[in-house]
């Protein structure tokens, strides 16, 4: 069984009932455990960047960029926990042998949008049919 590539999912011609073979399976498999080790170790230097620097300068402008920095690093952090919870998730829907599916429809979600997103759980119309609905409710 040989390593798959992004072309290779690109390029993928294969019949409907192969969809979310094996191959394509223990690729997005690698791709997702590579991006939760990523955010892990962004997540383990940044908290050891902010340790370092736990001491305030005494002028208040390098204390406000400081302080701005500290907040700046928390929202990035903040949004990359909210990802490394759809990676697991993604990750899960693996193992169960769900994912590539539309949660909505039940239908497959596609090799191309996977790849764009590969924690995508919506088919790119369930995906747009929910934004048009929470745009309606908003106004």
Excluded at 73 to 88: F, P
Aim: hydrophobic share 30%; proline share 4%.
């Amino acid at each position: 069984m040989a390593k798959l590539t992004e072309q290779d999912i690109l390029n993928w011609n294969g019949p409907e009932s192969d969809y979310m073979n094996e191959d394509h399976l223990a690729y997005f498999r690698e791709v997702l455990v590579k991006l939760q080790d990523e955010l892990i170790e962004n997540a383990s230097a940044t908290t050891e960047q902010m340790q370092q620097d736990h001491e305030a300068p005494t002028d208040p402008a390098d204390r406000a960029s400081q302080e701005e920095e500290y907040s700046l690093n928390l929202r990035t952090r903040d949004r990359e926990r909210k990802l490394l919870a759809k990676i697991q998730a993604s990750i899960r829907a693996i193992d169960e042998g769900e994912y590539g599916y539309c949660m909505d429809t039940g239908e497959p979600i596609g090799l191309k949008r996977l790849l764009a997103r590969p924690t995508a759980t919506l088919s790119v119309e369930a995906q747009e049919r929910r934004e048009r609905l929470k745009k309606q409710f908003a106004n």
